[in-house]
């Protein structure tokens, strides 16, 4: 999958608050099962850094949390960052940026209040979304999707997933699950 898929709905949100800052740079985060994947973007959808390292799920979310606070430290130390795109599998309340559920994959993560976490260590914005969610929105904006107003994405990877996309508008579905009916 493609870099950018990763933290698109949290990054375009974040570009939107910050519409006045001129080359705006977004630290962004992709938590995954197995591995974390990580860049500093522009606003156009441009890796001008990425790398990535394992999740270490087994030690819970504390060190994992404190990694992603250094890695934004590191990006803050070298120019302006607007915010913090977090990509993360569970399923996530993006509102508040929790994680409502996570799997055996990731032990201990569920109930982790990313948003706030972040946003308090490192003083700026932050988005959390749920990673099937970030890729099926990437390839609408910079990949397969572009142009298109609806999709459907499958994800197959540490574990399968997929999100629906009508008139460029995520469903979220019932409790932020797919496929759960909406209403």
């Known amino acids: 999958m493609k870099y ?3 933290f698109y709905r949290a990054m375009l949100y974040l570009i939107c608050l910050n519409r ?6 977004y630290v962004c985060i992709d938590i ?8 500093l973007a522009d606003e156009q959808g441009k890796l001008l850094d990425k790398g990535s390292m394992e999740t270490r799920a087994q030690e819970g979310p504390q ?17 302006p960052v607007a915010g913090i795109a977090v990509s ?10 929790s994680i409502l559920f996570a799997g055996d994959n990731l032990p201990g993560y569920t109930g982790t209040d990313v948003k706030a976490i972040l946003e308090r260590d490192c003083g700026v914005l932050c988005e959390v979304e749920n990673d099937v969610n970030c890729a099926g929105l990437g390839e609408l904006w910079l990949g397969a999707g572009r142009g298109a107003k609806s999709l459907v994405c499958i994800t197959v990877g540490t574990g399968i997933g997929g999100c629906v996309i009508l008139d460029g508008r995520l469903v979220h579905g019932r409790h932020h699950r797919f496929p759960h009916p909406v209403r």
């Open 32 to 39: 995954g099962g197995t591995a974390v994947k990580y860049g």
């Open 63 to 79: 060190p994992l949390l404190e990694h992603i606070r250094e890695l934004a430290a590191a990006y803050q130390s070298q120019q």
């Open 4 to 6: 950018y898929c990763i």
């Open 88 to 97: 993360t599998a569970g399923i996530v309340d993006p509102e508040k940026g």
């Open 20 to 25: 006045r800052i001129y080359m705006s740079r």
